[in-house]
């Protein structure tokens, strides 16, 4: 960016500042434009609720000018950067509001006031993107990116040494921020923007966010201990305390005072997240996928029609006559070797066939050529893959995978169905697997850290017939309402990381005593399925849990449902909205110095609350001297509020006049 205008002006005590405007792709000399009076007022948010996860702040630039200026204004809303300086220290940033301002279309001077949003604000229009090759981000990490996002050029970003692993480790100094961990799979399912994702970080430590004096400072209301005072990039700390002031001795500069009075809660509950996802397997959609040639055979009264399609999702393996991988050509047709997409309409009934057929979505896997010759071994010995599928990058544990669907073996030549003759044999035919979470592979029976294939077994009565995958569930398996082929997750130790699936090509030769070769196998109504274990009550809607407090009052005052979308695992099973600590999920041992013990952030949220509400709250807003002393962990005392104590809620800031009108909460 380049700096286009800057707006200089004084306060009453003469306190030089400058307002500075940088515009996008911009390179040329710089433009002085004459500041109005209140040239530059900040206004921060002022919600009553003292857990809010962020306040941001708006700004007005006043201008007395007789251009239009229209080269403030875009549609993108990081386009023209604001930064207001005092005596040479960066006190606000931000970016000029992309929308249309009002004034006298005349020759002459007039006043134009340009609105601004703070830098932090600007999250709002920017979306997640995966930042991390494992898909599994540090809460540290993640608070970098969201605060790198925002291009503020922050002097300082504030972090309260709340939390830790344990109270050792606290008293070590360990900066948990780098151990706790959230799969990012939570933000990019949803589409999230990146100011979502900072109220969800903000929500799961009870902490609040300002932008405030040209930095960003985290709060936590109920810790008066001290800070850590980063550089923006959160590369290196000094250690800060929190100060106290006292309105008297700062000084008043109005005398719009009022006090109000805040309402109590007696009743709080909380919504943790469970994010699970909708679909196991990232599937394919095969009516959007491109042909790539197809067949058609018909006999009689009997069609088989058959249109390939070019995968977008799966990995489909294709493979010549001496089983080398090759590139998909660009029409396919019965001879590929290896795996491919099909729709298959298979149908009886006389006269033409009908128009609008009924497609099964299936994967067509050739084993020999057109003359019975075998291209593929057995595959205990050399074993190639057929096709490849993903799924979540998440947290797995209490519960299980079944995976489901049906096979037939055709023993025409070209693949087809109708041409196949009667064969009253029953058979179980194997295909070998292999199933692979992060580093773990599944063996059959459990997990282990090397590779490994398991098999997955198609079983009928009558080999003419569609085989169906042989269930493994057993009685004492948890997992009502799972059936197929089961793969148990762990119950100690979670799993973390992608999901990926493979089937391999085998060599078709299925009751071979009475002659009877198959060229291959067509797979539909392939399935994955997961449950969690049974007896595992949520109490919210889509598997949410809900926390909250045992109210004995005869009357209730009840604070609106408060979300984590980042929440602790409480034997959920598998999800990625739950946090990691090292490498097991968050529970309720995250140590707090608030509370010097072990916690479960929902239920010390809900403490916090209670705790804090349980008796009414005054709010003061008072118009002092804007003399520098107040930060948004100030301990700030008024003489005639004796005991009580308060910290900055708000408040509005007029720069050139000098003054605060400053909202204040009780704290204690």
Same mark, same amino acid.
Request: glycine fraction near 8%; proline fraction near 3%.
């Given at each position: ?15 030089s ?82 929308e ?47 605060i ?22 606290? #008293?070590?100094?360990?900066?948990? $921020?780098?151990?706790?961990? *959230? /799969?990012?799979?939570?933000? &990019?399912? =949803?589409? +999230? ?18 932008d ?6 985290i ?21 800060? #305390?929190?100060?106290?002031?006292? $309105?008297?001795?700062?000084? *008043? /500069?109005?005398?719009?005072? &009022?006090? =109000?009075? +805040? ?54 393996y ?74 979540p ?52 029976s ?99 849990r ?13 604070l ?25 999920f ?12 072990l ?7 809900i ?14 807003t ?47």
């Amino acid at each position: 960016m380049g700096q286009r205008y800057t707006i200089p002006f004084k306060d009453f005590r003469n306190n030089s500042y400058e307002v500075r405007i940088y515009i996008d792709g911009y390179s040329g000399t710089v433009s002085e434009l004459r500041g109005a009076p209140s040239a530059f007022v900040v206004t921060g948010d002022d919600e009553g609720f003292i857990y809010q996860p962020v306040r941001t702040s708006t700004a007005t630039i006043n201008i007395l000018d007789k251009n239009l200026l229209l080269d403030l204004f875009s549609v993108n809303s990081q386009y023209a950067s604001v930064k207001l300086y005092k005596n040479g220290v960066l006190t606000w940033t931000g970016y000029i509001t992309p929308e249309q301002f009002t004034q006298p279309y005349l020759p002459t001077i007039d006043n134009i006031s340009v609105d601004c949003v703070s830098a932090i604000a600007t999250l709002e229009n920017i979306k997640y993107e995966q930042q991390t090759e494992s898909g599994f981000i540090t809460a540290m990490e993640l608070l970098r990116y969201l605060i790198s996002s925002a291009h503020g050029g922050y002097e300082s970003v504030y972090i309260p040494y709340v939390y830790a692993s344990s109270s050792a480790a606290y #008293s070590s100094g360990e900066n948990v $921020l780098d151990k706790l961990r *959230f /799969a990012e799979e939570n933000f &990019t399912s =949803d589409e +999230l923007m990146l100011d979502e994702v900072l109220t969800y970080l903000m929500q799961f430590f009870s902490w609040t966010l300002y932008d405030y004096e040209g930095s960003l400072y985290i709060i936590d209301a109920d810790y008066s201990g001290q800070y850590r005072k980063y550089n923006e990039a959160l590369t290196s700390y000094t250690m800060v #305390s929190v100060n106290d002031a006292t $309105l008297q001795d700062i000084g *008043f /500069a109005g005398s719009d005072n &009022t006090i =109000d009075v +805040l309402p109590g809660y007696n009743k709080v509950t909380v919504k943790a997240v469970n994010d699970v996802f909708e679909d196991l397997m990232v599937n394919e959609d095969y009516d959007s996928l491109e042909w790539a040639g197809g067949s058609s055979y018909s006999d009689k009264d009997k069609y088989d029609i058959k249109r390939f399609l070019k995968p977008k999702e799966w990995k489909m393996y294709y493979y010549d006559q001496n089983r080398h991988e090759t590139i998909l050509s660009t029409n396919i047709n019965d001879n590929i070797f290896g795996a491919v997409l099909m729709k298959e309409a298979l149908f009886t009934g006389g006269g033409d066939p009908p128009g609008d057929y009924n497609w099964a979505d299936s994967i067509q896997m050739r084993s020999a050529t057109v003359d019975g010759v075998m291209v593929f071994d057995e595959y205990q010995k050399e074993t190639l893959p057929a096709f490849t599928m993903r799924g979540p990058n998440a947290v797995w544990k209490d519960g299980a995978i079944g995976i489901s669907g049906s096979m037939r073996f055709p023993s025409d030549s070209r693949m087809n169905y109708i041409y196949d003759g009667d064969m009253n044999i029953s058979a179980n035919i194997p295909y070998a697997c292999s199933l692979k979470i992060g580093d773990k592979y599944w063996n059959g029976s459990g997990w282990q850290s090397s590779f490994v294939r398991f098999e997955i077994v198609f079983e009928t009565d009558n080999i003419k017939n569609w085989a169906n995958v042989k269930s493994t569930k057993t009685p004492d398996m948890p997992y009502s309402g799972l059936s197929g082929h089961i793969i148990t997750l762990p119950s100690d130790v979670p799993i973390i990381g992608e999901l990926e699936f493979t089937m391999y090509c085998r060599r078709q030769r299925v009751a071979q005593e009475v002659g009877f070769i198959a060229y291959g196998a067509i797979l539909k109504d392939f399935r994955f399925e997961y449950k969690k274990k049974d007896g595992i009550i949520d109490e919210g809607e889509d598997g949410d849990r809900l926390y909250e407090n045992v109210v004995n009052d005869k009357f209730m005052s009840e604070l609106d449902e408060v979300e984590f979308g980042i929440s602790s695992y409480n034997a959920d099973g598998a999800s990625y909205s739950k946090a990691l600590l090292g490498n097991d999920f968050l529970t309720d041992n995250l140590y707090s110095a608030i509370e010097d013990k072990l916690v479960r952030p929902e239920e010390a949220f809900i403490r916090r609350v209670i705790n804090r509400y349980k008796a009414i709250q005054i709010k003061l807003t008072q118009v002092i001297k804007n003399d520098g002393s107040i930060h948004p962990f100030t301990r700030l005392y008024d003489k005639s509020a004796v005991n009580k104590r308060f910290m900055l809620l708000s408040g509005v800031w007029d720069y050139e006049r000098n003054n605060i009108q400053l909202s204040m909460v009780e704290n204690g």
